[in-house]
């Protein structure tokens, strides 16, 4: 008999009781009393004379890889409190307290690793090539360069002190007035009080006055706040832009470009083979808009299913898809999302007051994941449950290797979560037992393709002319619409008859203070996964442990480097990125003829 896998994740087996725990006082408590050590270290810290001091270095990063964990462990069990109930108040408190403490602990950080580069340059050579701190040797000439791109520590401390209340600040306001919102319609027949995460998952629903209502529904308490979702997003950007000013940094996507560990001409070379290749998907756009019997594709369209008979997983039906389809490409990812769906690592309920949007988030100290989402049902739910899962494989494939060599960029991130969703996409268009059933799979990859190259585009034009003009000020709630709207509409090479004005303020990623330009990664990931997928077809299921060696080099290279060395590519080259985009658009063309007989 199948076991029947839980829809609600596990948190109590972390720290029982949530946000009451008596447990997760204790760790926080002694998290606080080791950071108030290492702030010690860090005051006391002398720069290396000799290589004979790399056993001090090795003790030092120890500590570093302590703090980093026990922080991490309390900081994602929060967040998932967050997740799922945003009503949580005591949550949000420890949020704070969290966050407090970790920036104490990246101020302690700066400060070492400004230390070190007043290192000799012999001396730190003659480190590097120590057993204790050879494996090490990119992270540290990597936190040789961050602190050669910063402001003094004291100038660095005030930024980091102030960011809390400021900047991140600003964040969990926007947090907070999007779970505020309640979305009241009918659905199926039914009132219900929605979440913006609920309201959101209707944009497939197969009723088309549900999915314009759901979506006036939400543009309305989108204009509502306008001006104070503005206000937020002023406010990051700005503090954003003065700290890049005061250090010297002009080009907005110097730190976007340097946490991702990729070149501007890499970026450049994804998006020009991208903007070059969108026509095929504008027919997609144009041929959608004719199978809903309309003379354009408005944006609550986007994402409508085009036949009646879409199929409908239940959750464990998913679940059992994703596990089948992982064991034909190998035995390792099929037996770590078993153990994921078995042992209650996911959040998948569809219920109130969750927060929208799905993650994975990883816990160190007990090496295990926990992923967020909401579950309805569609065959993008599995597709996104997949994807999740890929990040938490990701994590897995990386437990061999140091902590400190486990900090990889997003864009790599990316990579092993899109790689999950494309083997369960795929197997379902070929598993699809009738037409109808093909062309609604085949449109759920196409939509991908839709997301990643137009979408995602639009995302990050707005967000590029949205700081260039934040540079010269404030800009207002209207301007944000008319900029959104001008990004859409190249961003989607003119494929829509409406855009979503309000978007800026509807999408979390913008709010993101963490990671700026929290939108090229997912393009790279998705292209950058199609040519390892590409390989993974040819291999069959030898090459899983090719492709958790790539995986366990994610942190300790650039992504050029990672190209050349795993699939002999030049990722500065449009050529690299064309490969990928052409399967892509023949599945765009496949959809395209099988619905030509479609009436």
């Not at 560990?261 to 041929?287: C, S």
């Not at 709010?511 to 291999?539: C, D, M, Q, R, W």
């Not at 795993?566 to 990722?571: K, M, P, R, S, V």
Request: hydrophobic share 40%; with cysteine; aromatic share 10%.
């Amino acid at each position: 008999m199948t076991v029947k896998f839980p829809e609600v994740w596990d948190l109590d087996v972390l720290f029982p009781g949530g946000s009451d725990s008596a447990e997760l006082r204790s760790h926080i408590n002694e998290a606080e009393a080791e950071l108030e050590r290492f702030e010690t270290t860090a005051q006391q810290f002398e720069v290396p004379s000799s290589a004979a001091e790399a056993g001090r270095i090795s003790a030092l990063l120890d500590d570093v890889k302590s703090l980093m964990q026990q922080l991490r462990q309390s900081g994602a069990f929060i967040g998932c409190l967050m997740a799922q109930n945003t009503e949580d108040k005591k949550a949000a408190i420890l949020q704070s307290e969290s966050a407090a403490l970790s920036a104490r602990f990246q101020s302690a950080l700066q400060k070492i690793q400004k230390d070190l580069t007043k290192t000799e340059a012999r001396v730190w050579t003659q480190l590097l090539e120590t057993e204790e701190l050879h494996e090490f040797s990119f992270v540290l000439n990597e936190w040789l360069e961050e602190a050669n791109m910063l402001l003094s520590e004291k100038e660095e401390n005030l930024i980091t002190a102030l960011s809390m209340d400021g900047y991140h600040g600003w964040s969990q306001l926007y947090d907070m007035l999007v779970g505020d919102i309640k979305i009241k319609m009918a659905v199926d027949g039914e009132e219900k009080t929605l979440s913006v995460g609920q309201a959101n998952n209707l944009s497939s629903h197969q009723d088309p006055a549900v999915r314009q209502e759901s979506y006036d529904k939400l543009e309305q308490a989108w204009t509502e706040k306008e001006d104070f979702f503005a206000k937020a997003l002023n406010s990051i950007a700005g503090f954003r832009l003065e700290v890049y000013k005061k250090r010297g940094w002009d080009n907005v996507l110097q730190e976007p470009l340097h946490m991702n560990r990729m070149k501007q001409e890499t970026l450049d070379a994804m998006w020009g083979a991208i903007a070059a290749h969108k026509q095929p998907f504008v027919e997609y756009l144009n041929r959608k808009a004719e199978l809903l019997g309309k003379d354009g594709l408005d944006w609550y369209d986007v994402d409508a299913p085009v036949t009646a008979s879409t199929h409908q997983f239940t959750y464990q039906e998913g679940a059992e898809f994703i596990l089948e389809h992982f064991g034909n490409f190998g035995p390792e990812l099929q037996k770590f999302a078993l153990k994921a769906f078995e042992q209650g690592w996911i959040e998948a309920e569809d219920r109130p007051n969750k927060r929208p949007g799905g993650f994975c988030t990883g816990l160190p100290m007990t090496e295990e994941s926990r992923i967020f989402m909401t579950y309805s049902g569609s065959m993008s739910n599995v597709a996104t449950l997949a994807h999740e899962l890929g990040h938490a494989f990701h994590t897995h494939a990386l437990r061999p290797v140091h902590p400190l060599n486990r900090s990889y960029a997003m864009n790599v991130a990316e990579t092993a979560s899109t790689f999950a969703e494309m083997i369960v996409a795929d197997a379902a268009v070929k598993n699809a037992q009738s037409k109808d059933e093909k062309i609604a799979l085949l449109e759920d990859k196409v939509q991908r393709s839709v997301a990643f190259f137009m979408n995602i585009h639009s995302r990050f034009l707005f967000e590029t002319r949205f700081y260039e003009e934040r540079k010269k000020g404030v800009v207002s709630a209207s301007r944000l619409n008319s900029l959104m709207e001008e990004a859409q509409k190249e961003g989607f090479a003119g494929g829509l008859k409406s855009t979503h004005p309000h978007f800026w303020a509807s999408k979390l990623h913008f709010y993101i203070t963490y990671v700026p330009f929290y939108n090229f990664p997912y393009t790279f990931g998705y292209l950058f996964s199609l040519s390892i997928y590409a390989k993974a077809l040819e291999e069959g299921a030898d090459f899983e442990e090719k492709y958790m060696a790539l995986l366990r080099d994610t942190a300790i290279m650039t992504a050029e480097d990672l190209a050349l060395k795993h699939l002999g590519e030049d990722i500065t080259q449009p050529a690299f990125w064309e490969k990928g985009i052409a399967l892509c658009v023949k599945d765009a063309e496949e959809f395209n003829a099988l619905t030509s007989s479609v009436d």
